[in-house]
């Protein structure tokens, strides 16, 4: 099955994150061939595009990565789970969907930044497709010193709410396959994909590399948390 990368990217901006990402893939498979589609530069139909990306793709194996992704390891396990089940993807770091709306109730919403998938989710996609338009997409949370965040448009309610129409069982990875340093304080190593446009801290890059390798036991860790 053939494998590849897939970014959707949109804005002048944009393109150091992208050349860091693609550098980092080619660190672990310097073969695999990657297609970048370029979007339209408002953010917002930017975003809509992702929900194109299974008409976009030109592989019949997909990694999907944003563009502000590193990747740090090995990723041939959740390759072989994305086309075992036909989409593998990390729960969002908010799991619940409700942040778009208290009538989702404890449906989960999943990251979108970081998707492996084959043909057999091809129902989701186009679900989500229709969905982008029409979903709830502004979100809304409160900090722990009672501030209001939140999103104006997001891509991952309509795609969420498109896996659980369709009852479709992603195959679920975990946090180090989607690690967003944000949201996240802690992880055991080795940590296989950094989500964040900040770059990776070189002692977590080290452990993650001497674990990944085989010469470190798995490890905690431990670091501060951007507010």
């Known amino acids: 099955m053939k494998r590849g990368i897939l970014y959707i990217v949109w ?47 030109p592989f019949e194996s997909t990694l ?32 619940w969907l409700r942040r778009y709306g208290p009538e989702a109730g404890d449906q989960i919403e999943y990251n979108t930044g970081v998707l492996f998938f084959t043909a057999k989710s091809r129902p989701v996609f186009d679900a989500w497709q229709q969905l982008s338009a029409t979903a709830p997409s502004r979100s809304r949370w409160m900090t ?40 996240y304080r802690t992880f055991f190593s080795p940590m296989k994909i950094w989500h964040d446009p900040a770059e990776v801290p070189k002692t977590l890059a080290e452990v993650s590399a001497s674990t990944e390798s085989g010469k470190r036991l798995v490890q905690f860790l431990q670091f501060a948390v951007r507010t």
């Open 64 to 95: 999907f990565l944003d563009a502000d992704t590193v990747v740090l390891g090995n990723l041939d396990y959740a390759f072989d789970r994305g086309e075992e089940f036909g989409l593998a993807c990390a729960i969002c770091e908010c799991p």
């Open 144 to 183: 722990t010193d009672g501030q209001l965040r939140g999103l104006e448009y997001d891509d991952q309610s309509s795609f969420a709410r498109a896996v659980r129409q369709c009852a479709f069982n992603p195959y679920v990875l975990p946090i180090n396959y989607n690690f967003r340093p944000g949201f």
């Open 11 to 57: 804005g002048d901006k944009i393109e150091p994150l992208l050349q860091r990402s693609m550098a980092s893939v080619r660190q672990f498979y310097p073969d695999m061939p990657i297609e970048v589609v370029r979007g339209e530069p408002d953010p917002v139909r930017g975003l809509a595009q992702k929900a194109k990306m299974a008409t976009q793709t």
